[in-house]
């Protein structure tokens, strides 16, 4: 990275060539960081537009940059296109408990989208509850460290640490994130999602647990909040757990806490 050079007079120069070749070098390494990315944001954006498709609300949260929140919110119900539907997008609040908030208010194919760095515990606490809530999870930020693998259905990861261009940058991955969802909804067939498992016994997924969120424990049983629905389990195979815990359920019970 080029660095400035103030002389004994005061006036500031800068090192390593002019301004022109500066902003281009600049330039070009955004753009390097943006196709860095272009998978990620392919994959959101499909996904973003089937959970559109089907009525669900994008919800938008960054506890540290709220006015990114705000700023990509509006750019999915505010659509600046004629012709470009206006989609279902609400911010968290400033200042709201994170979790206490989207577990009142997602309902199952909501969608969860949060701007953060990556060791932002609120966030890492409401993005693994995702599944429990039957939610679709994107996490935007940036920086040499990304989140812990598993934290979110998607992850797109900037590789800057310089807080100001990673801001830039945010700017332009929600708008392609906008763009590319709107593509997708020109492709009717790419709304289809791929066919899950509907038999009673899955010889691919009959011993996966499934995540479940705690809603209230009698006794030996539970009511829990799995893929957005409630269901009453058997606790009795593990600790006792308490209302919010998130624990792994397999054919009515549960078998370990997460």
Same mark, same amino acid.
Request: proline share 5%; aromatic share 6%; hydrophobic share 45%.
């Given at each position: 990275m080029?660095?400035?050079?103030v ?7 800068t090192t ?5 070749g500066?902003a281009?070098?600049?330039?070009a390494?955004?753009?390097a960081?943006?196709?860095?990315v ?10 973003l537009? #089937?959970?559109?498709?089907l ?7 960054s ?11 509006v750019e ?7 012709? /470009?539907?206006?989609?279902a997008?609400?911010t ?7 979790v206490?908030t989207? #577990?009142?208010?997602v ?9 953060? !760095?990556? !060791?932002?515990?609120?966030?890492? !606490?409401?993005? #693994?509850?995702?599944?429990a ?14 989140p812990?693998?598993g ?6 990861w900037?590789?800057t640490?310089?807080a100001l261009?990673?801001?830039?940058q945010?700017v332009r991955?929600y ?5 590319l969802?709107h ?5 009717s067939?790419?709304l /289809? ?5 509907? !038999? ?9 647990g ?9 006794g030996?049983?539970?009511v829990?909040?799995?893929?957005? /629905? ?11 757990p308490g ?7 397999h ?8």
């Amino acid at each position: 990275m080029t660095s400035p050079m103030v002389s004994t007079s005061g006036a500031t120069t800068t090192t390593g060539g002019d301004a022109d070749g500066n902003a281009g070098a600049g330039a070009a390494g955004a753009g390097a960081r943006i196709e860095a990315v272009a998978d990620d944001l392919a994959r959101a954006s499909l996904a973003l537009a #089937r959970r559109f498709s089907l009525g669900g609300t994008m919800w938008c949260a960054s506890p540290a940059w709220p006015f990114h929140a705000h700023h990509v919110a509006v750019e999915f119900v505010h659509p600046v296109i004629v012709g /470009k539907r206006a989609l279902a997008a609400v911010t968290v609040p400033a200042g709201a408990d994170l979790v206490t908030t989207l #577990r009142a208010s997602v309902r199952p194919g909501d969608m969860v989208v949060v701007l953060a !760095d990556h !060791d932002d515990a609120t966030v890492t !606490d409401a993005l #693994r509850r995702g599944p429990a809530w039957g939610t679709e999870t994107v996490w935007i930020g940036a920086g040499r460290t990304r989140p812990p693998a598993g934290s979110a259905d998607h992850v797109i990861w900037l590789d800057t640490d310089d807080a100001l261009e990673a801001s830039e940058q945010f700017v332009r991955v929600y708008h392609l994130l906008w763009e590319l969802t709107h593509v997708c909804f020109e492709h009717s067939g790419l709304l /289809k999602a791929e066919q899950l498992c509907t !038999d009673d016994v899955c010889i691919t997924c009959s011993d996966e647990g499934r995540l479940a969120e705690v809603v209230t424990v009698e006794g030996d049983e539970a009511v829990v909040r799995a893929e957005g /629905k409630q269901e009453r389990i058997d606790v009795s195979l593990i600790d006792p757990p308490g209302p919010g815990d998130l624990v792994l359920v397999h054919a009515g019970f549960a078998i370990g806490a997460s």
